[in-house]
C-alpha cells in the first residue's frame, strides 16, 4: 500500500494538480529542492559561496577600465567636488 504502484503516484500527481495548480507546483518543487540542498550542506558541513557569474557581474566604471587597459594597479584619484554656494 506504499508509492511504488505508478497508478498510486499518477493518482497522487493529479490530486495534487486540483489542490494547487499548474502553476504553482514548479514552485513548490523548487523550494522543496532548495531547502534540500540547504540541509544536506548544512549537514555536511560545507559552506558554499555564491559565486557571481561574468554575467551577473557589475561593469567597471570607465576609470578602472582605462586603468586596466594601461596596466595601472588602480586608476588616479579624483578630487572631490567642490560645493558651490548660490547667494
Do not use: C, W, Y
Not at 22 to 44: H, N, Q
Not at 46 to 57: I, M, R, Y
Amino acid at each position: 500500500m506504499g508509492l511504488d504502484n505508478p497508478l498510486h503516484i499518477a493518482f497522487l500527481v493529479v490530486i495534487l494538480l486540483l489542490v494547487f495548480g499548474a502553476k504553482r507546483l514548479p514552485e513548490i518543487g523548487r523550494s522543496l529542492g532548495s531547502g534540500m540542498r540547504e540541509f544536506k550542506d548544512s549537514v555536511s558541513g560545507e559552506a558554499k559561496q555564491p559565486a557571481l557569474s561574468q554575467h551577473t557581474q557589475q561593469p567597471a566604471p570607465p576609470a578602472q577600465q582605462a586603468a586596466q587597459a594601461f596596466g595601472e594597479a588602480h586608476p588616479p584619484a579624483q578630487a572631490p567636488a567642490e560645493p558651490t554656494h548660490q547667494a
